[in-house]
């Protein structure tokens, strides 16, 4: 069983930069994360949940929606077991409370951390 745990939202203005942390901690599948892709959630009031972009662990290979393209940046740390997503230029319409997740071997999102709300004001 993996269990992740969000950090690092908070309250910040249009223009502010932020960095959510994302710590694994388990059983992961082969003792390892290599065959985990990582992926940022987000999912704003009265809104569905959507994604904001993914990094697989192995090769660090990243993908973003388009609305934080140039903005966020998904970074993984192998020895601290960590996923990142920097945010910046971070605007009103990205308030949320974001969450990762984890994808074991290409099935589906099966973890999720508790989530981490970011405010972003005008």
């Known amino acids: 069983q993996v269990q992740l745990v969000e950090s690092g939202g908070g309250r910040v203005q249009a223009g502010a930069s932020l960095r959510l942390s994302c710590v694994v901690s388990?059983?992961?599948?082969?003792?390892?994360?290599?065959?985990?892709?990582m992926g940022w959630f987000r999912q704003a009031p009265g809104k569905e949940r959507e994604a904001v972009g993914a990094?697989?662990?192995?090769?660090?290979?990243?993908h973003y929606r388009d609305s934080v393209k140039g903005r966020f940046i998904i970074s993984r740390d192998n020895t601290k077991k960590t996923v990142y997503l920097q945010m910046n230029t971070l605007k009103p319409e990205d308030t949320a409370v974001y969450y990762c997740?984890?994808?074991?071997?290409?099935?589906?999102?099966?973890?999720w951390g508790q989530g981490t709300q970011v405010t972003v004001s005008s």
């Open positions: 997740a984890a994808s074991p071997a290409g099935s589906d999102y099966d973890y």
């Open positions: 388990g059983r992961t599948l082969n003792g390892t994360l290599s065959e985990y892709v």
């Open positions: 990094i697989s662990w192995s090769d660090g290979y990243t």
